[in-house]
């Protein structure tokens, strides 16, 4: 099978470079030039992410330029000098210089040059494809690093080395292809073993993908990997997410508890954090609004998270007031405005009674978010109370089409046209609310106010 490179054309160099690198090549081989030339510079560790630092740590195991003496790189420099590369060898060379002096972009030209002219050389097809994919991931361009590996692999598939694989793995991981990045993990270990160091990678691959099961198990591998020392504070963490995802919040609020314990100094509230929305599943709102306060108190570092779920701890507990400070609070940081909270302000004040700041505060929530659950039925109420039924039939008359509270919305709204003398939209209404009513207060009520605009109608 043959497999097409995109050629860059190189260069030609122009008559007095091709003199100048005649007359070098007369000279010392210890010019300060050739120094710079042969200079490596290639840093295996080299790579904003693990893609891009792995790709450079396989360059850096198989490019032979870079382990030899200095002498032997000045003079395969001078050479590289001396004329265009035509055969092999020459653009080998040349894409090794290039690798070393940390070139990456004329190396990949070179590299595509050698895998055209291959012809059962000594570097295995397989390699320079391999080569070819590391140094357009340092480039950035992991989707058609991937799709070089996959050569790489079709290639020289008798005697894959099982690393491929875990190169492929970053290339997906940086794609977003959790899917992929699992699976070529899989390949690696069905060729190399099963191997626990492996974990780490797998663990947040699982939760991406949605599996916490797996993750959980993964994450339960490096805890227990560490032996006798002290766990990890960040796979305590991480594992605590995952069993609250799971919904196993006693097992949630014990790993934060481990994580907290083993990192007292490191505190930011995250162990808090993960205590408090634990406590919160489990209808604990006193623990729950005292842990997050703690959380927000050690500094945790997304405060505007925080808020809304300390309120609606608060409001749970029958504590408007304090609620009502919390919420304020939030507004009063960078970020703290959110629909969420904005709603959950609103119906605190809905609580106390204060209409007008209510139906401001679903205003302004539903400015951000109109699609939040119960918003315009909310709002609805307030505008009733303040006995402004024109604004509250628009508001439920909302609600209604969201199909949310469609009993009680059906009901508020009939009450708006009765008030309005618009009889017959009242009488619709009570007909929609018990229709749609499982409450027996509710149904009682609509009925006995269709029986009276029934009457009023002579129906």
């Not at 490596?40 to 850096?60: P, S, T």
């Not at 190396?107 to 895998?115: L, M, R």
Request: charged residues 25%; aromatic residues 10%.
């Amino acid at each position: 099978m043959e497999h097409a490179v995109a050629e860059r054309p190189v260069k030609k160099r122009r008559l007095w470079m091709r003199i100048l690198a005649a007359i070098l090549a007369t000279g010392l081989l210890a010019t300060a030039g050739l120094v710079e030339a042969s200079r490596v510079v290639f840093d295996k560790a080299r790579g904003a992410n693990e893609a891009e630092r792995n790709a450079a740590g396989y360059l850096a195991d198989t490019t032979e330029y870079l382990g030899e003496p200095l002498t032997g790189r000045m003079t395969e420099v001078l050479y590289a000098y001396l004329d265009e590369p035509v055969t092999y060898a020459d653009h080998y060379l040349r894409m090794s210089v290039s690798i070393a002096r940390g070139n990456v972009s004329s190396a990949a030209d070179y590299c595509a040059a050698c895998i055209r002219l291959w012809q059962d050389e000594e570097q295995p097809l397989s390699e320079l494809w391999t080569k070819l994919a590391c140094l357009h991931a340092l480039l950035g361009e992991y989707a058609q690093a991937r799709e070089e590996l996959d050569t790489a692999l079709s290639v020289g598939q008798a005697d894959a080395d099982p690393t491929m694989y875990l190169l492929r793995a970053q290339m997906s991981a940086q794609l977003g292809d959790a899917q992929g990045a699992l699976g070529d993990i899989a390949s690696y270990e069905s060729l190399a073993g099963e191997d626990a160091a492996l974990a780490a990678i797998k663990a947040p691959l699982y939760e991406i993908a949605g599996d916490y099961e797996s993750a959980e198990a993964a994450y339960t591998v490096l805890l227990t990997g560490a032996g006798g020392e002290a766990p990890d504070p960040a796979a305590c963490a991480n594992r605590a997410r995952v069993r609250f995802l799971l919904g196993d919040y006693a097992g949630a609020r014990a790993d934060a508890e481990a994580f907290f314990a083993a990192d007292p100094a490191g505190v930011d509230g995250t162990a808090r954090y993960i205590i408090a929305t634990c406590a919160l599943q489990e209808e604990d709102y006193a623990l729950a609004a005292k842990s997050f306060e703690l959380a927000l108190a050690e500094g945790y570092p997304g405060p505007a998270g925080v808020y809304p779920s300390l309120v609606y701890a608060r409001y749970m507990q029958g504590d408007l007031d304090g609620a009502k400070r919390a919420g304020e609070a939030a507004l009063q940081i960078e970020g703290g405005e959110s629909a969420e909270l904005l709603q959950w302000m609103g119906v605190i004040e809905l609580a106390l009674g204060s209409y007008g700041e209510a139906a401001d505060y679903f205003s302004r929530s539903a400015a951000l978010d109109d699609a939040r659950t119960d918003l315009y039925y909310y709002m609805g109420v307030c505008f009733i109370a303040r006995n402004e039924y024109d604004k509250a039939v628009g508001a439920l008359t909302q609600s209604i089409a969201r199909g949310e509270s469609l009993a009680n919305s059906y009901y508020n709204r009939g009450v708006c046209y009765a008030a309005l003398e618009d009889y017959e939209n009242a009488y619709e209404d009570m007909q929609s609310a018990l229709a749609a009513s499982g409450d027996a207060e509710l149904t009682a009520s609509a009925a006995d106010l269709r029986d009276k605009l029934a009457k009023a109608l002579g129906k």
